[in-house]
């Protein structure tokens, strides 16, 4: 069976707008910042945040060109993963998900739920997964499972970054800085696209390291033709790497959600905030500036991370 493509734009076009947040505290008062938090985590329960604006057009297009199968790559905690394998099952498709690494039984919380969407999960050792995006590999990959809409890992492509530039034009609220974590960087490009040089970008590397700065610039190339200059890459709230943790993170976790009612999760939203309120505590923002974070989802992996840390 076939996946309707009218079902899916019906679906994306009754979508309700994004609530916004405004933060109040003591800090944010004495500094004089206005901080809004937009709540894209809220978009949908599975297909969360930016995982929904990533897979949105690609969505449409694998429906479009008549794919029954949608196939992707990720790590074992990826929710890029969990997105695939729910919007799998929310529209029809049939998934595949090729995972880094070993299988490890019992499934994490993540695995376990996708292969519960129907996903079909495929090891695939640390060597092969490195040569994902290589087009012998990609070619095997069709002999081997056949008529596939291909995803990238993290869910990075041309039309992801259209659906993240659309994020832009439907924020009502006047801002001067857009605050966003950075996995593979194709959301803080989107966003760049969609700010058009104006404003300003600060996005949080979730990861060790700097080369998101070329990533980024390479991606904006993509939907716009052009790199751009108003943006910046916070590279000191890595917390030691992808996916890597300290208890202090998971006490700002916890504190947040009390004073603000808004869940965080440790890989990138929790690392984001932490900077942003240690940036404005330093004085980084001027008395005035009105901020806005955007709550890019991925609770999905928290269930997991509370049984390994107990936080
Ligand atoms: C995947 C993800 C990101 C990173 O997005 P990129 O577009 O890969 O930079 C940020 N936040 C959350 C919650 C994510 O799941």
Redesign the pocket.
């Given at each position: 069976m076939t996946v309707s493509a009218q079902v899916l734009s019906d679906f994306f076009r009754r979508t309700p707008p994004v609530p916004v947040q405004k933060l109040e505290s003591e800090l944010l008062h004495g500094k004089q910042i206005e901080l809004y938090v937009r709540r894209e985590d809220l978009l949908h329960p599975d297909v969360s945040?930016?995982?929904w604006r990533?897979l949105k057009h690609n969505l449409l297009a694998a429906a479009e060109q008549h794919f029954e199968t949608l196939l992707t790559f990720g790590g074992a905690f990826s929710?890029?993963i969990a997105a695939v394998a729910a919007a799998g099952k929310l529209f029809g498709f049939k998934t595949i998900g090729l995972i880094r690494g070993e299988e490890h039984l019992p499934l994490n919380h993540t695995l376990q739920q996708a292969t519960e969407n129907g996903m079909q999960l495929h090891y695939q050792d640390r060597e092969t997964y490195r040569r994902k995006n290589e087009p012998d590999l990609q070619a095997r990959l069709k002999q081997q499972f056949g008529h596939a809409y291909l995803i990238p890992e993290?869910g990075?492509n041309a039309l992801a970054l259209k659906g993240c530039t659309e994020i832009i034009s439907e924020i009502k609220v006047d801002f001067d800085v857009l605050c966003c974590?950075?996995?593979?960087?194709?959301?803080?490009a989107g966003l760049l696209c969609g700010l058009n040089g104006s404003k300003a970008l600060l996005a949080f590397s979730?990861l060790k390291g700097d080369f998101l700065q070329q990533e980024i610039d390479a991606f904006t190339q993509i939907c716009s033709g052009r790199t751009y200059r108003n943006w910046h890459l916070q590279t000191a709230y890595h917390f030691g790497g992808y996916a890597k943790t300290k208890p202090e993170l998971f006490a700002f976790i916890q504190e947040f959600e009390q004073q603000f009612q808004i869940p965080l999760?440790p890989?990138?939203?929790a690392k984001m905030f932490f900077g942003l309120f240690e940036l404005i505590r330093q004085n980084h923002f001027p008395a005035g500036t009105k901020i806005m974070a955007l709550h890019?989802?991925?609770l999905q992996g928290n269930a997991g991370f509370k049984k390994e840390f107990n936080f």
């Open positions: 945040g930016n995982k990533k929710n890029h993290g990075t974590a950075a996995g593979t960087g194709g959301t803080a979730a999760e890989v990138y939203t890019t989802g991925g």
